[in-house]
Every structure is written in C-alpha cells, then in structure tokens.
C-alpha cells in the first residue's frame, strides 16, 4: 500500500458513502483508471478480511468494514513502514480531548478506534495521557462497561481544557486564528473578532495580542457550547462578587453586542465568565482603588516582597531597591491572580525563547514564583513564569547599568576628534553614561579626576592617573569598542571553560530517564546524594528541558569551596525528558554571588542553544580536551 491508497483509505472511511471516481481521481491529481487499479490494489490486501471496496457503477465507491481490528491492523502496517500517520501521539491525544468533552455524552472506546485508525491498545496508552491531561482542568474521565467513558467536572473548567488545545495550534506565522478551522467556524471567528475589537476600543482596555487571541478563543468555545444548549452554572453570591468589578460592566455590553450581531444569548453565568477573562488577560496600567474590588483578600505588595527576598535569599541578587520592578510585579500579579484563582490560562508563545535566552532571569522566576505557590498551594505553569521571567530579565539589566560613569575623553588630533569620540561613545553606550566631557592631552596634569570614573585617550599616556584608564585608536575599532563595553559593563573576563574539570565532563551515559540521568551525574561528580532530589524536583516545576536536544539544571549555593562549576552530561541517546529528547545536560552549580561574570556564563549557554550546530558537536564528543576546544570556540566568536 503507498500513500496515495492510504488516502483513499482514510477519505473512504470518513465519508462512509459512496463516492465517484472522479471525486478520488480529483483529489489525488490521477485518472479515474489509476484510482480503479488504487481500489484493486487496496483490496487484494484486504482480500483474507471481511472487509473491502465495494465498485457499483451505478452507484460509486464505498468502503466496507466488517472486520474493524483486521482494518486497524492494515492501517497500522502502513503506517509502521513508512512514517506516516494520521496525527503525531500529541495530536492524537489532544483530538481526543476534544472529542469526549465535545460530545457531552458517553463514547465507546471502539468509535475512537475507528475514527483514529488506531488500536486498542494504543488507545490505552493515549487514555492514560488523556486522563492526566484533564486533572490540570480538575476534570474526571469516567470509563464504565458497555456505555464507554465520558468527562465529567465543571463546565468552565471544560471550555478551559478546550481553548488550551485551540491556542496551542494558533500559529503566529500563518496570522490569527491560523488554519484549523473550517469556514464557517473562522467566519464565527471573525465576527467574534470584530467585536471584542470594538468593545476593548470603546472602554479603552489595554491588551497583547495574544491576550486578545486568547479572549476570542474563549467567546468562540462558549458560544459554540451555547448553541449546543450546553451553559454554565454560577451561584447567585459569584454573581453579586463579580458584579462589583469594572469588567463586568464590559462583559455585559459585550454580551449585549453578541445577541444583537449573532443572535445568542449569554445569561448572567455566561456574563460572569466573560468577567472572569476580562480581569485574566487584561493589561493594568495604574494601580487604584478598583484594583481591589476585584480581589480584596489579596496582599499583592506584600507578595511581591516575599517574591523578592526569596531571590535575594537564593542567589544573593539584591533588588529590593528596584521599585519598577515591584511596581511593575504588583501591576501583573493582580490579573495574574485571578488567573489562578479560576484556572484560567494564557498561553505564552515565546515560552521556548525566554527559556532559552533569558535562561538565568528564567531560573529567578521559578524561584520567585515559589512563593505565589506558597500563597496558593499550586504551582504557576512554565508559560506563566515565563511572563514574569522577562521582568526578571529588565531588573538583571538595570543592575548592570545602575552605577553610570563619567568619562572623559582625549585625543591628540584636538578637541575636534574627541568630540567626535565622545559623540560616538555616547551613542553607543549611552545607557552606561552618565556625563561625557572632553579635554586635551595638556590639561591632564592638572585636570580634576574626582568625578571622572574612566579615561579614554586615543594617544599613549605617559604616566598613571588616578583613575581607570584606556587607550584606542583614533577610530574606533571593533577591539576597541569590545574593550570599552566591558569596563563600562563592569564585565570580568569570563569564559565557560574555566569552569568545566575534567572530573565535571561525563560523556556515553546510559540511561533510559532523567531521573536515571540526574543521579547518575551527581554520583559520579561525588556531590551530596541528598541533591538528587531537589534538582527533579526544581524541573518538574520549571521544566528546564530545551530545544536541539538540552536540558539546563541550575542549582546555587551546593558546589564545593564556595566556587562555581559546571558539569557537562552527555548521553548514550536521546531520552525523553518531560516532553521533549535529551542529550545533552549541563549543570551550572552556582558557588558565589551572581555577578557579571556568572551572568556571562548563561549568556555564553544562550548562544551555544541558539546555535544547534555546536551542541550537535558537543553531543559527539567522547573526550574532555575535544568539548573544552569548542567552548574555547564559542568563546572566541562571543569576543569579537
């Protein structure tokens, strides 16, 4: 069987009736004498089944099953042989999903197998991801004998389970709502579209775009379960609490604009949950007394405090002086609560990039959330912490630029040329300067270095002054430029190979899990057992795994004599990790205050993932000296 009878297969089987030649001839871009050879074809290897391919002349071609197992077993060969399937496992899992909370009702486990061309044991397998999936939305998958399984568990928690899957297929790339809708949901869609953009414009409420997205999605799920007669339910007292918010008066003139456009009801439990999302996903710009009513038992600044210290207590970074990045905290927190507090998600499509290029600001995130997870009892997903990730991000820089210098600049060319160079170096490092001034090489010997933190000259200084100085060409080279960013940056020389023992490097591991994979690493590098542990532990919650095959474990305060290490890990073969194939493991043990020079050496990680090449090489490696060479590499490139 080739892919093109597998086809005819499969549409066969979905359409259940009969079909023309031409329409097989049509679809497949062959003649109607291929598709007549395809069917002969398909049922020669049928032939020792009940089933086959019926041809009346009169009538079309249909597909006959009698025999469902012998089909699923010739579906599967196919399959097994060529790679090709109807859905990956993932999709798979997430149709069904779909499936069972969409029908409302009790579906047998062969109608999955049928319409998933799978068998049952595979579904067994796909059932019990299916059934965890589901305890995430506090949804139930009852099984019982002759009537099949169904979902059981609140409504709202059930649309929730649904937009999750319907966000993770939006495609940025191919634009809002992307292409796994037909045309009468993307026209529901747009109109849907069309009219949250008015209401957010009329009240002006603050949005990303994906929020809004996620918004959409939301209405698009009720309203289709709606039409099912399928509603929510609420209590009277919800009603009267959520009144009090300001978003409920939008979700009402939003629910007033669906019946009047759409010609469907949303009820007051439908209004409360328009309320819900609006307070989830919307963006507040100035804390005031409204703020309140929306959660009144909720200290947010006494959170972010919390927050704050717990970073500062785990890895040393001091920014309980940064009030931008408490404001700003409290200003996310507060939607960010309600989000908790109803289960609802906002999907976070740069999740993978933060992880990757903000890999330490990402490691303070999952620290600092851990007292969100104190407050509540459960932990944030990765893609909300990937949120407050990119805020930790913003404090790492303002710590690195707070102390602005001044400077001052010499050239033997005349005041011209260091105006020129001040110009320059203004443009180029503003965000380090604090006052650049000028002055010529003769009023060095009286010249007031008080307040003059670094002095750049473009001629040889004959003597030393009282201040950090260098020297650089009349025009600046890239060397230059280099030399001039680390002093301002306060930028110790750091390379990642300075870090890496021979004893750290561990390469041809055998293991089957990370669990196996972590514990093997530790014992061989002699560290305290008792860590183990916490470090599977610290990834179920941040789930560190990485694309090109990398996971990143960071742990601080552990390595031995107050210093830093890194241990490199390379696996036999690729293993699962939570959901993506590992290979590659590197554990940053963090023995000192973050500084510059550690910060570096995520930075130096970050372009190493960026660039899948050099982990592939790592991967291939079998000697320490062989691994050190391509770091010495990636260090070489990250200096020019």
């Known amino acids: 069987m080739n892919k093109r009878n ?20 049509a679809m497949n871009n062959v003649s109607t004498k291929t598709i007549l050879k395809d069917i002969k074809s398909l049922n020669c290897d049928m032939k020792a089944t009940d089933n086959y391919i019926e041809v009346t002349p009169s009538r079309g071609i249909k597909l006959v099953i009698n025999d469902i197992e012998e089909f699923i077993n010739l579906c599967n060969s196919f399959n097994d042989t060529n790679d090709f399937s109807i859905y990956s496992v993932t999709e ?60 059981e568990g609140r409504e709202f928690n059930k649309r929730l389970c649904l937009a999750q899957i319907y966000i993770t297929h939006i495609d940025q790339r191919e634009g809002f709502p992307g292409t796994q809708f037909n045309n009468d949901e993307l026209q529901l869609i747009l109109k849907i579209e069309d009219i949250v953009d008015r209401i957010l414009t ?7 775009e994906v929020s809004v997205q ?20 609420s209590t009277d007292k919800m009603v009267i609490d959520i009144a009090r918010w300001t978003d409920s008066i939008v979700a009402v003139e939003l629910a007033k604009l669906i019946n009047d456009e759409l010609t469907i009801e949303m009820k ?52 309980t002086q940064d009030e931008e990045l408490k404001s700003q905290l409290v200003l996310h927190l507060i939607p960010l609560e309600v989000r908790s507090r109803y289960n609802v998600v906002l999907h976070n499509p740069l999740i993978d990039k933060i992880k990757q290029q903000n890999i330490f600001a990402y490691q303070m995130a999952v620290t600092a959330c851990d007292q969100f997870s104190d407050y509540h009892g459960n932990r944030l997903s990765e ?11 913003l404090a790492l820089l303002r710590t690195q630029i707070k102390n602005k210098k001044n400077i001052l600049v010499v050239s033997g060319l005349g005041r ?14 503003g965000k380090y300067i604090n006052e650049v001034k000028t002055a010529d090489y003769i009023e060095l010997n009286n010249y007031d270095f008080t307040n003059i933190n670094l002095l750049i000259s473009s001629i040889p200084l004959r003597r030393d002054f009282s201040v950090q100085s260098i020297e650089v060409n009349s025009f600046f080279s890239d060397n230059d430029k280099k030399r001039i960013e680390t002093i301002l940056c306060d930028q110790e020389v750091f390379k990642i190979r300075d870090y890496i023992d021979k004893r750290m490097v561990l390469t041809s591991i055998n293991a089957d899990t990370k669990e196996e994979a972590i514990s093997f690493i530790i014992n061989s590098t002699n560290y305290d057992k008792n860590i183990i542990q916490e470090i599977i532990e610290n990834d179920k919650v941040a789930n560190h795994e990485l694309d090109n095959m990398i996971s990143i474990l960071s742990l601080n305060g552990i390595s031995a004599n107050n210093q830093t290490e890194v241990i490199i890990g390379i696996l036999s073969k690729p293993i699962l990790w939570n959901e993506k194939r590992v290979q590659l493991i590197i554990v940053p043990l963090i023995g000192e205050p973050i500084n510059s020079k550690i910060l570096n050496l995520y930075h130096e ?28 590499e990636i260090a070489t490139v990250l200096e020019r």
Request: charged share 25%; proline share 1%.
């Open 6 to 25: 597998y086809q005819i297969l499969k549409y066969l089987k979905e359409t259940e009736e009969y079909v023309t030649s031409e329409t097989l001839s």
């Open 92 to 151: 798979r899992e997430e149709w069904i999903q779909k499936y069972l909370i969409e029908n409302n009702g009790w579906v047998k486990a062969e109608a999955l197998c049928e319409k998933l061309f799978i068998s049952q044991s595979v579904l067994s397998q796909n059932i019990k991801s299916v059934r965890k999936a589901f305890q995430k939305y506090d949804l139930i998958l009852l099984q019982k004998p002759h009537y099949g399984m169904r979902v």
């Open 202 to 208: 009329r009240y002006q409420i603050s949005m990303s």
């Open 214 to 233: 996620n918004f959409i999605i939301d209405i698009y799920i009720s309203l289709k379960r709606i039409k099912k007669g399928i509603f929510l339910k």
């Open 268 to 319: 007051d439990q439908e209004i409360v949950s328009l309320s819900k999302h609006l307070a989830a996903k919307r963006i507040i710009r100035h804390f005031d007394e409204s703020i309140h009513r929306i959660i009144e038992d909720f200290d947010v600044n006494k959170l972010v405090n919390n927050m704050i210290n717990n970073i500062n207590c785990k890895w040393g970074i001091d920014l």
């Open 383 to 393: 893609d909300e912490m990937g949120y407050i990730a990119l805020h930790m991000n």
């Open 416 to 429: 011209g040329t260091a105006h020129t160079l001040a110009y320059q170096i203004k443009e180029m490092y």
């Open 605 to 632: 990680l970050a372009y190493m993932i960026k660039n899948p090449l050099y982990v592939k090489r790592i991967i291939r490696k079998k000697t320490y000296e062989e691994i050190i060479a391509i770091f010495e």
